[in-house]
């Protein structure tokens, strides 16, 4: 079974760009939820999306936002970017809410 | 709300001592447990989990009780190597009720020859 894909892994942006990442869950999983990490602040908890619907959201401002489709690929985009954007970004699935969180690799943002 | 703490860190010791990594939490319902590890350049990956209380959860050598009595599951290896230097995270998750997984800030730990 493939694990959780994330696209694409590096990534270079400047100020004000938006940026748009992407997400493939584990066949089957219809739980997607998002991660900011920094060596500062660590893993922070941006959205949980399930069937399609946006179950849960951190404490980020509304410049990020995502979205689930009909198969369960997730997408999240970051408007007007910051150079506090800069992150690995990190995408899981699961089964269910609550369940093992399967992560794939992250897609590191560089904001210059 | 759901609550996760675990040890600060970066924990350093050297090849062949005893780990001890500190988790509690905090949480409303009866929470499954997992502890993650995250290498470098990775994502994270499930380590181990217990899913009701006094389960131990065991994978490569790391062993974690769950404790409902002291909300409580602590990461343990006997004897770490090299090859163990990576982030830990302590979590726990509910089933039903649209709960996201809740996770701590996670501890480094290093291990040198």
């Known amino acids: 079974k493939a694990g959780v894909t994330q696209t694409p892994r590096y990534l270079i942006k400047t100020r004000g760009q938006q940026v748009t990442l992407s997400c493939s869950p584990i066949s089957g999983h219809r739980s997607v939820s998002w991660y900011q990490q920094t060596p500062g602040q660590g893993l922070q908890f941006l959205f949980e999306y399930f069937s399609e619907t946006q179950r849960n959201k951190g404490n980020f401002p509304g410049r990020f936002s995502g979205r689930q489709f009909s198969n369960s690929r997730s997408e999240m985009n970051v408007s007007t970017l910051e150079l506090g954007d800069s992150a690995l970004y990190l995408c899981a699935s699961s089964t269910y809410q609550g369940g093992i969180q399967y992560f794939g690799a992250g897609t590191r943002l560089s904001v210059l | 709300g759901n609550s996760v703490t675990q040890m600060e860190g970066p924990v350093t010791l050297s090849e062949e001592a005893f780990l001890t990594i500190n988790c509690t939490y905090t949480a409303t319902g009866y929470p499954s447990l997992f502890w993650y590890v995250q290498y470098p350049g990775e994502g994270l990956q499930l380590l181990l989990k217990a899913t009701k209380a006094d389960d131990k959860g065991s994978n490569k050598g790391f062993e974690a009780t769950y404790r409902k009595e002291t909300t409580s599951f602590h990461l343990e290896k006997g004897s770490v190597q090299v090859s163990d230097s990576a982030v830990y995270f302590c979590?726990?998750?509910?089933?039903?009720?649209?709960?996201?997984?809740?996770f701590g800030t996670g501890t480094k730990l290093q291990v040198i020859p």
């Open positions: 979590a726990l998750g509910l089933q039903g009720g649209y709960q996201k997984v809740t």
